[in-house]
């Protein structure tokens, strides 16, 4: 009986340990994806990161939907086992010991009136015997010895879903939610399918063995119960109680099946394909589109709070002139705006940095080496921005990273006299 439970657990931790190992995968392709767009050049690199970030969140999908329907069934199989199928194990049990007590009561009711020899010493010996064995209960036999030697119900075993596999996850993945998108719908139909092939399996074998039930009934009424027809009787309910008990199992496989079944059809069935959300947003990537759509960001940003970004970052690398420094002081002390770091309102310069020569460290907007992921995290509205550290090939690198219809992030090429 729980060697079901245990493949299906055996299942729930495969299924699981793959589904880690793919969000690792995943974490991956995607960096490696990002790192060879933020290049900016479109090319077989690029096209090959692409491919494989593609295919690894098509396949992390339809295992999010795989853990999730495991872990269902695992529930759905863990309350029928405690409420049906072990109570029918049971009863067939006990069922089959009474059988056996009215059995040797027969033989023994037969022995008695075998041996009964008249005279009334021995009819009276004779009387008590038969009184002793027609005392005997079969319903009541092993009541005793089972209430003594009951055992305890095995321990429940606990699906769910492992929420901790998403903590730092950056996807559109939820726990215990399945994954309808463009990369896991026609998975899902499929399943559907499957399950109602199954359903009208179960439903086929439920009319077979209630017929079967039926027949064995009849023919226990049919004919009177006599010491010669005892054995058939015995035969007829023995299989009646296997019929039973098999019926039992298959009713609540149907259940689960059918519970399967809604909760992927209430996904599946209420959405029109052509409607389907994406399972993965990609820009548009070419050498010359990528220019310019990070040119129109930045103008949509404000060309001048642009302007005073890269001024900003000119001076850790090199020295300003006096006379660039003097016309940068003047423009932001006629200014007397508060400091922010948000580019939301481009018309009205709300970035406002220190005019005297700071280091790069000492900017509030500069976080030093921090990864990308943790950027996302940090760049929630649009137009915020930040600049980090990053190291390439033992080189290190400056970036700007704006939050700005998606994360966009700009490598700051440096020259003594200049600053990209």
């Excluded at 319903?139 to 305890?152: I, P």
């Excluded at 069935?269 to 960001?297: Q, R």
């Excluded at 007397?336 to 481009?346: A, E, F, K, R, V």
């Amino acid at each position: 009986m729980n060697t079901t439970e245990f493949m299906l657990q055996d299942a729930v931790n495969k299924t699981r340990n793959l589904y880690e190992k793919y969000l690792e995968l995943w974490r991956v392709s995607k960096a490696k994806y990002e790192d060879q767009y933020v290049k900016g050049k479109a090319g077989k690199k690029l096209d090959e990161a692409k491919e494989r970030y593609v295919k690894i969140t098509n396949k992390l999908h339809r295992l999010h939907n795989d853990y999730v329907i495991l872990v269902h069934e695992g529930k759905e199989y863990e309350k029928h086992l405690r409420t049906t199928l072990l109570p029918s194990l049971l009863e067939y049990h006990q069922n089959v010991l009474q059988e056996t007590v009215d059995r040797w009561k027969t033989l023994m009711l037969q022995f008695a009136a075998y041996t009964d020899f008249s005279n009334d010493t021995f009819r009276s010996l004779n009387i008590k015997i038969k009184k002793s064995i027609e005392s005997v209960a079969g319903e009541d036999e092993y009541k005793d010895f089972t209430d003594k030697h009951r055992s305890n119900p095995p321990q429940p075993l606990d699906f769910k879903f492992d929420e901790t596999l998403l903590y730092d996850y950056s996807g559109s993945l939820k726990p215990n939610q399945l994954a309808l998108d463009d990369m896991t719908f026609d998975a899902l139909k499929e399943k559907l399918q499957d399950l109602k092939e199954k359903l009208f399996q179960c439903q086929t074998l439920v009319k077979e063995k209630e017929l079967e039930i039926g027949q064995c009934e009849n023919e226990i009424r049919s004919v009177r119960k006599t010491s010669e027809t005892e054995n058939m009787h015995s035969v007829k309910r023995r299989a009646i109680g296997i019929l039973r008990k098999e019926l039992g199992e298959i009713k609540c496989q149907e259940q689960r099946h059918q519970q399967l079944y809604n909760l992927i059809s209430s996904w599946v069935n209420n959405v029109d394909p052509k409607d389907l959300p994406p399972g993965l947003e990609l820009p548009d990537v070419s050498s010359s589109d990528t220019k310019e759509d990070d040119a129109s960001s930045l103008n949509a940003l404000g060309r001048r709070s642009a302007r005073i970004i890269m001024s900003k970052l000119r001076q850790p690398f090199h020295a300003f002139h006096k006379k660039v420094n003097n016309t940068f002081d003047e423009s932001f002390t006629s200014q007397g705006i508060n400091q922010s770091y948000s580019l939301t309102n481009p018309g009205h310069d709300n970035v406002i940095l220190n005019p005297s020569y700071t280091s790069l460290q000492d900017e509030d907007w500069f976080h030093g080496v921090l990864p990308r992921e943790e950027v996302v995290r940090l760049l929630v509205n649009e137009g915020d921005y930040l600049v980090r550290e990053t190291y390439r090939n033992d080189s290190k690198q400056i970036v700007l990273s704006v939050c700005w219809e998606g994360h966009k992030h700009f490598i700051i090429q440096t020259t003594p006299d200049v600053c990209i």
